[in-house]
Every structure is written in C-alpha cells, then in structure tokens.
C-alpha cells in the first residue's frame, strides 16, 4: 500500500472519529438485551426485567419492571446534550435511602427516544446480568 493511500485513509479514520463526536448518534450505540437483569440495592431486587435497554454502559428498565413501592421522587434534575433533562427518584429501602439512584428521561431528545420513561439506576445500586 503506498504512503499516499495510507494517508488517505488515515484522514477518512479521522474525519469519521470527528463526525462521531460532533453528530453522536445514540441509535447506534444501544442493544435490547433478552435474558433477565436485576436492580438490586440492599440484597433487596427492586427491578428485574428480560427485556432492557443497554445504553452507555447502563441498564435501562420498562417502568412496569420497577417496584415503585421502593422509589420516591425527587426534585434532582441534569441535563445531557445528547438525550435531554433526565428526572431522578431516590431509592428508599427499611428506612435507608440512596438519594438520586435512579434517572429517567420523561421527554428525551428524538435521539434517545428508544429510553423514553425507562428506568436507570447507578450509586451503589448492583446490576446483576444473568
């Protein structure tokens, strides 16, 4: 291979990685996962689920999965260029709460549409893949 079309494809490599950060596209980064994958805060399961969406590293739960008698809204809120205003519930389990451990996206960017209402949780929440 010559050093002119080496070159070449080194700048289209380039030009692709600049694309990707300039126009990330989360349509392309995210799997339905099909076998069950459990929340668990406190060895108690406060959601589990066959079927979840893996963005990011992140499992994001169908609300009916969530066992909402451990979740308490809070007023927290952040902001990702990418998906949009992510809302947040604390979880509360036997008196202890884990503020903040949950997130959704009640409005997502049309790019994360695919999580819309989906429940994430983080901070010391396990997720168990089985």
């Known amino acids: ?3 002119n079309v080496v070159f070449r494809h080194l700048n289209l490599i380039s030009a692709y990685k600049q ?4 126009n990330p596209t989360l349509r392309n980064r ?3 996962t099909k076998r069950m994958i459990r929340a668990i805060w406190r060895s108690i399961v406060i959601a589990e689920s066959e079927t979840t969406v893996e963005l990011e590293g992140n499992h994001y739960f169908p609300p009916e999965t969530i066992k909402s008698e451990f979740l308490k809204d809070s007023d927290h809120k952040t902001v990702c260029s990418v998906k949009g205003e992510a809302s947040y519930k604390s979880v509360v ?5 884990n503020e903040n451990a ?3 996206y009640p409005e997502p960017k049309e790019e994360a549409s695919h999580i819309k209402n989906l429940i994430a949780f983080w901070n010391g929440v396990e997720i168990i893949d089985e």
């Not at 389990?93 to 709460?97: A, L």
């Open 1 to 3: 291979m010559s050093k």
């Open 19 to 22: 694309h990707r950060i300039e």
């Open 30 to 32: 995210y799997k339905t």
């Open 93 to 97: 389990i036997e008196g202890d709460t």
């Open 102 to 104: 949950a997130w959704y």
